[in-house]
């Protein structure tokens, strides 16, 4: 399984960026889906992630400002951030889940978003 991840870039504090993460099978086949991020020198934690009944879940730094969808027609999942901060400067990625036995993390190659003052 691949994700591609795009739309990272360099963006104004207060300003909007879309990433976008385009699995190479099919979302349904997933359990869930979400999206992580890692800033230099910290560890990877989650941004915003769908839950196993179809809900949504936000980080607290992200509430408010971002917001997750999913387009199944074009099986691709998308991070809207909006109001962006210079502390949201990190690589997103983008992760899918799969149970088989045990649980099976996919991951996307990252793209870097650079928020500037």
């Known amino acids: 399984v691949q994700l591609q991840a795009s739309g990272g870039g360099l963006v104004q504090s207060g300003g909007s960026l879309r990433l976008s993460c385009t699995p190479s099978?099919?979302?349904?086949?997933?359990?869930?889906m979400g999206w992580y991020r890692q800033a230099p020198g910290k560890q990877r934690e989650s941004v915003a992630e769908f839950t196993n009944d179809g809900g949504t879940q936000l980080a607290d730094s992200a509430k408010g400002r971002f917001s997750i969808a999913r387009d199944y027609a074009k099986n691709t999942m998308y991070l809207q951030m909006d109001s962006v901060k210079v502390e949201d400067t990190a690589v997103y990625y983008c992760?899918?889940?799969?149970?088989?036995?045990?649980?099976?993390?996919?991951w996307g190659q990252g793209t870097l978003v650079t928020v500037s003052s």
């Open positions: 992760n899918a889940v799969r149970y088989l036995r045990n649980r099976i993390d996919y």
């Open positions: 099978e099919n979302m349904y086949t997933f359990v869930t």
